[in-house]
Nanobody, 125 residues
């Protein structure tokens, strides 16, 4: 059974950076895509970024990011990362790591079968 555990959230000022981590276990993740989603209070969960585990150069980002975030993975340690730069107030949300047993990077939450518990990111001055 796939298990995902996020870490690295916290409080950061506007313009700052954070790196989120997701420890993945329970599978070799061959054939999987991994994604980051976020959910702000009162809003639906939305796609942030995703990658193909076997070929992390195959990535997809939400249009609103405009190059501020970078998704990556460390295959040797089964870790997924989200480097977040130039953070804005509107980036405040709970960030979730998700796994999907499919080659296609989907941008809808229902396409992902495994989820972590989430980590809070708060951007505030």
């Amino acid at each position: 059974q796939v298990q995902l555990v996020e870490s690295g959230g916290g409080l950061v000022q506007p313009g700052g950076s954070l790196r989120l981590s997701c420890a993945a276990s329970g599978s070799s993740f061959i054939g999987y895509t991994m994604g980051w989603f976020r959910q702000a209070p009162g809003k639906e969960r939305e796609f942030v970024a995703g990658l193909l585990w076997e070929n992390p150069d195959v990535r997809r980002y939400a249009d609103f990011l405009k190059g501020r975030f970078i998704i990556s993975r460390d295959n040797s340690n089964n870790m997924l990362y989200l480097q977040m730069n130039s953070l804005k107030f509107e980036d405040t949300a709970v960030y979730y790591c998700a796994a999907r047993n499919d080659w296609k990077i989907a941008n809808t939450p229902v396409a992902y079968g495994s989820w972590g518990q989430g980590t809070q990111v708060t951007v505030s001055s």
